[in-house]
């Protein structure tokens, strides 16, 4: 039992190098707003043999029936149309008998980042992919895509800018004279686009919409596909963007993000965050695991063994609560006493903190956690064969609250073994800000404790006794 690999079959990416926003700025649209791009003598924007198209989207409600992006002649022939209806990706080509190849799939989120994209090739398959992942195809016609001499349109119905207008923002958007693979849109959807991609000569246009402001947003390539937006009070601006990253161990090994205020779920975890402020949008995080050979090579906390469970690293944008919910199913959980999620700054774990929940049946869920930008996530698992079910093995139970905090904070301590403690409070970078060694105290102990001196920022308030451990983050204002 306790060599057994948790799989985990969802959301958390360890990554060398930093996640931060995407750009610097995104594109705003309403309902009667719109992006349009005027047909190129070159034919860059014609769909050819095969073509893909790409971008994020922030959809926030409005008619079920929106579209993202398009190029069509009112007669319905010779071009496609990219939108979401139903909250779905619905996406069409028409070729030149105006045959209909038409597939609508994927999931796209109600208030979050969602990457789209949708590749269609002349003879063979029309597909769609919805944050790096192929969620449906279907067989597309033989018979040629003409070009056609409408404008390229975002936001709207391509062939009628009255119509079905997209609400939300839009941001990078790219369109390929090729046929992107799955694995080459997954591991590219996070960064700009360079002369390292694979099919860098067949970009059509590419919008960062990273201007200050309008009527014209410009084309990173030399095609001169540059955008003009239909009106010059349209918001470009920063406040809301998708995550932005380089990836070096597990090369975009993303299978999915979930936002704060919406919920995704997969074989083992399902996800949910509230924000501190409501109107606070730009809160996320993205959730990935290790993958293949890699795995942190440490121990637990005294009293819980780890190795059913591989460790995960977060991504972070704002500040959130969030729960989370495992499905131990795929488990033995018959001499498991107790899980826990634990988390740590550093890969080692071993005076990670200790973060308890419930365990009902085969669903483990922890509830208000505080996710922390860069640290690092595992389950603990007490179970009867490790013999670390003994009372003195356990860890330290202690509160603190309130948190965040300003001031001071109450610390509770429940269970401990009786005798002297030392109380610390350090920087995430290790440094001692507070710290106090106490005589011999009772099982369950309570003292205030004064921060006035702590700037704003993330702390750890770190109790250490003779044969226990606890950590906490604690939230200064």
Partial sequence: MKSALLPIFFVLISFVFSFAQYGLNSVGLGAADYIEIFPNPNGSLDAGPGFTFEAWILNFGGPSNQKVAGKLVNDFKNGFIYGIEDLQVNFEVFDNNGTNTKLKAGSISAIGWTHVAGSYEVGG???????????????????PVNPNTNPFRIGIAPWDVNALGLQGYVDEARYWQAVLDEETIREWMHKDVTSEHPNYDKLSFYHKYNEAGGPAVLDETDNENHGLLSDEGIVLEPAFLPFKGEFEMYEND???????KTSGSSDILSFTGTFFDSLELEVSAILGHSDGDYSFDTDAPAGYDRSLSKAWQAAVQGGLFANLSFDLSVLDLSQVEEVVLLSSPEEDFSNAEVTSGMLDGNTFTVEEIVPTDGWYYTLGFKTTISGTSSRGDLPLLMEVSPNPAEGSFRLHIREQQPGPLHI????????????????????????????????????LVEVKGE???????????
């Fill in 125 to 143: 398959m029309l597909r769609i992919f919805v944050n790096g992942e192929k969620v449906g195809e279907q067989a597309a016609s033989a018979v």
């Fill in 254 to 260: 993303l299978q999915g993000i979930w936002n704060a």
């Fill in 424 to 459: 610390q409070v350090l920087t995430l970078a290790g440094e001692q800000v507070f710290s106090k060694f106490t005589g011999n105290l009772p099982a369950e102990y309570t003292e205030t404790i004064n921060i006035e001196h702590l700037p704003p920022g993330m702390y």
């Fill in 467 to 477: 044969r226990q451990v606890g950590v906490k983050k604690l939230a200064v204002r």
